[in-house]
């Protein structure tokens, strides 16, 4: 859990969020589901805590999941749909195949509230809870959600291809994606520093360890001691699935030792350590290396830019019964 001297700044965080926050959100309310299904807090910390018992890696998986679920039009839980004959959904688009987990996770916790308050809360915000309770038990900020968001009736394996970043995207490639989502630069290095939690599979980076941009060498600014783990790891004709971790320094412990790891030329992916590559995101990195409490009042801030963004509210919409399907009736 984050430690208490985090409070006192989290806590004029928490005010300064819940004064701009309506503005922007429309029907979104913090006390949304607070007659209508009270139990919702308790229901989640439990079955999120269980998961984190189980798995560590799931913290990572829960905030991916949520991420990839609001950047492909909008957090409208599409991203938890299985395909059906209407449309192919998201969750084999390129970006996700055999990657996003965490899906059992979020249908446990919505099958305890489907027997607690029936067809009340959301699938979507049932994920926008679920990040950001990984998040304080691995260590990070807390920040308020509003709630009421609706689950959207389709999904779209192609939007998902399109609009997701990837990690080996130019930086003004990615930072022009955020731009699309109504997020800016400096969310892109704040939201990039979910990476200090985390894993990725050999094939997001191999390219950058035998035949970088087709040289025949490895990528020249890689720290010469992690390229040498690195390779050992997944060497070239190896599986492109084995798994290491994003932030080498602290596996599961969501802190800032990511941008400690940018500034030592040691960021696992390319995109990541793409941020050194610009003055003004390299800027923003160094201040965040050295300002943890910083790093995380501006990633509670971008979280809630993000948890906002494309939301169904009012009729538009539905509230699923099962996480994985859209619901049929009226």
Known sequence: ??????????????????????????????????????????????????????DSRIAASLLRLH???????????????????DFKGEKNAAPNRNSVRGFETIDNIKADLERACPLTV???????????????????????????????????????????????????KIAAKFTDKGLNLRDVVVLSGAHTI?????????????????????????????????????????????????????????????????MSNTGLLESDQALMSNSETADMVKSYSLYPYLFYQHFAASMVKLGNVGVLTGETGQIRKVCGSVNYYN
Request: glycine letters at 6%.
């Open 122 to 172: 959301s699938c979507v915000d049932i994920l926008t809870l679920a990040a950001r309770e990984v998040v304080v038990m691995s260590g990070g900020p807390f920040w308020p959600v509003l709630l009421g968001r609706r689950d959207g009736l389709t999904a779209s394996e192609k939007a998902a291809n399109d609009q997701l970043p990837s990690p080996f995207e130019p930086l003004d």
């Open 198 to 262: 985390g894993f990725a599979q050999c094939f997001a980076f191999k390219r950058r360890l035998f035949n970088y941009q087709d040289s025949g060498k490895p990528d020249p600014i890689l720290d010469s001691s992690m390229l040498s783990n690195l390779q050992s790891t997944c060497p070239e004709e190896g599986s492109n699935t084995k798994t290491t971790p994003l932030d080498i320094q602290s596996v599961t412990q969501f802190d800032n030792a990511y941008y400690r790891n940018l």
């Open 1 to 54: 859990m984050a430690s208490s001297s985090l409070f006192p700044c989290l806590s004029v965080f928490f005010c300064m969020i819940s004064i701009m926050a309506p503005l922007t959100a429309g029907q979104l309310d913090y006390s949304y589901y607070d007659r209508a299904c009270p139990v919702l807090p308790r229901i989640i910390r439990w079955n999120v805590w269980s998961a984190l018992r189980n």
């Open 67 to 85: 991420f990839h679920d609001c950047f492909v039009n909008g957090c409208d839980g599409s991203v938890l749909l299985d395909d059906t004959n």
